[in-house]
């Protein structure tokens, strides 16, 4: 009888560091990675080339940034984008604040200046962690090719885990062209929409408010989406009778032609409310710092994990974990009697928003030349898809659409967020279409936000993404020129050059382009550019004299 044979052992794979990050990032499900051209990322594009990565080149890095962020938005997965080195980096900072405001999970990739030439003044040398690490949750550098995928894999579980957010890694030249053995398996990365189980005496006191409300209302955010807590808070609204309010991501994640979803009537809700739930969303300037709920409102604050901030108010109950689980279980805890005691107000709150949104006919039907923003949203309502995505980018002009455009589905409605960060919406419409491209996406877009990333057009065009984008032209800037002429008397540095042809802009990079200077041209061209199978612009001109009415949110 022969002597068993054992395999021979098999030589380990090794590979250059570029190829390292495309297959970590692979393993996790990453199929697109947003870049500009730059040669510090050579290695990385060929790792991505031979996965099967796509690979979108933008026109500025700052757009790649967005990209990355806007990706995040629509799936609730990571966005990457890889960057090169010190400028490259730099124009990413943006992209990095917005996406950390807005609790957006996010990788960035950096080039960084060969570790072996360190400190001798290598092209673009400088160390980015220091000033990019306080506005991501993970900042590191890759100190040998082996270390990548470990370092990939903390990235991204930092950028899933709550709260969630953007993660950079910085990848020196030699290191990603030098080759290393590759490891197991990734990590695994954290659940978004799992959590620890809610705290059982604030579980108690919030179900004892619930049950003796007449005046509840949820006061829903962006967080609500990052924890997919829609169908449980749309399950508890349904059950105990309570209204709904949303902001930020958290739009579409109550249909907006659902019986208990309200927008027109948000202030005096929160003011008269007797109990209210915040559910993913601080306490910020869009909230009055606390103050837009009534002096005797019961606030619980319920979230993915604990502020970094202090409320800027007191709250009877706090709430942190899955929000599924809590929002579950403040169901179960409040049932029986809640819509039959909430129905009066409920009732009342509905016949004051039925009536606002009636007294906005007359805006919609303004006849005036240049447009008024209303009538421009009245008519782009109407050819709009129920899952159509709208990405906000602009002030005064976007105000407008926040109040009026509803939204019926989670992830169709994308905006600067509370860092209010103008240019960002080329890269998140990108992103978008990209992500979804059975659908329609639909950029609105100010005269003064297109000054940041016009050329973006440039790089839908040649991506063939045909996003379809539609200007409020009025040549100011609105949101602050109104204002400081209430102020002052007169406005500096906030006008801009009336009537500019951006239309044409957009033809010379290979799209579709169309003026509109009256209501009865606009109908025709918003068809024209959803038919015309290439990026469009619809470049409207609309009233200066034309302003949102609004309090400041500067303070």
């Not at 050579?42 to 991505?48: A, M, N, P, R, T």
């Not at 109104?482 to 010379?508: C, K, N």
């Not at 199978?533 to 009415?549: E, F, M, S």
């Amino acid at each position: 009888m022969s002597a068993r044979t054992e395999p021979e052992p098999q030589p380990a794979t090794r590979m250059h560091g570029g190829r390292l990050v495309a297959r970590r990032l692979k393993a996790h499900g990453v199929t697109t990675v947003f870049t500009l051209s730059g040669g510090h990322l050579f290695s990385i594009y060929d790792g991505c080339r031979a996965e099967g990565i796509a690979l979108v080149d933008v026109r500025h890095e700052s757009a790649a940034a967005f990209a990355a962020e806007g990706w995040a938005k629509v799936t609730r997965r990571p966005g990457v984008a890889a960057l090169t080195a010190g400028p490259g980096v730099t124009n990413a900072m943006s992209g990095l604040a917005s996406a950390q405001q807005s609790r957006s999970p996010m990788l960035v990739l950096g080039g960084r200046a060969p570790a072996f030439r360190w400190g001798q003044g290598s092209l673009q040398e400088i160390d980015h962690v220091p000033f990019v690490a306080p506005v991501v949750k993970d900042a590191a550098t890759a100190m040998s090719t082996a270390e990548i995928p470990g370092l990939i894999d903390a990235a991204l579980a930092a950028a899933l885990a709550a709260p969630s957010g953007p993660a950079f890694i910085d990848l020196p030249l030699d290191h990603v062209f030098s080759e290393a053995e590759e490891p197991g398996a990734p990590a695994p990365v954290p659940d978004a929409a799992a959590g620890p189980a809610p705290d059982g005496p604030a579980l108690e006191r919030a179900v004892a408010l619930l049950r003796g409300a007449e005046r509840p209302v949820i006061m829903a955010g962006t967080n609500l989406y990052w924890g997919h807590g829609e169908d449980a808070l749309r399950a508890l609204a349904e059950e105990a009778g309570i209204p709904v309010f949303l902001n930020g991501l958290a739009r579409g994640c109550v249909p907006a032609d659902h019986p208990l979803f309200f927008s027109r009537t948000r202030g005096q809700a929160l003011e008269r409310a007797d109990v209210a739930l915040v559910v993913g969303v601080p306490m910020d300037f869009r909230l009055g710092f606390g103050q837009a709920f009534g002096a005797e409102t019961e606030i619980v604050a319920i979230d993915r994990a604990r502020p970094d901030r202090e409320h800027p108010r007191a709250v009877t109950a706090e709430l942190y974990g899955g929000l599924g689980a809590i929002l579950d279980a403040l169901r179960e805890g409040a049932a029986g009697g809640g819509p039959a005691r909430t129905a009066a107000w409920v009732m009342a709150l509905r016949a004051d928003e039925t009536d606002r949104r009636a007294a906005e006919a007359v805006e919609f039907a303004d006849d005036r030349a240049p447009l008024h923003p209303m009538r421009l949203y009245a008519e782009l309502r109407a050819l709009l898809d129920r899952d159509a995505i709208v990405v906000g980018d602009g002030g005064d002009f976007v105000s407008y659409a926040g109040r009026v455009m509803d939204t019926y589905a989670p992830g169709c409605w994308l905006d600067p967020g509370p860092f209010g960060c103008l240019g960002c919406g080329p890269g998140y419409a990108l992103a978008a279409k990209l992500a979804h491209p059975g659908r329609q996406v639909v950029l609105l877009v100010g005269d003064g936000a297109f000054g940041f990333s016009g050329m973006e057009f440039d790089t839908l065009a040649r991506h063939g993404v045909d996003v379809v984008a539609v200007m409020g032209n009025n040549g100011i800037w609105a949101l602050e020129k109104h204002p400081m002429e209430w102020l002052y008397g007169y406005s500096v540095a906030a006008d801009l050059r009336p009537g500019t042809r951006y239309d044409e802009v957009v033809r010379a990079l290979g799209g579709h382009g169309e003026l509109v200077e009256r209501p009865d041209q606009l109908r025709a061209a918003l068809a024209r550019a959803f038919e015309a199978g290439r990026p469009a612009l619809v470049n409207v001109l609309t009233d200066p004299a034309v302003a949102y009415p609004r309090r400041s949110s500067l303070a």
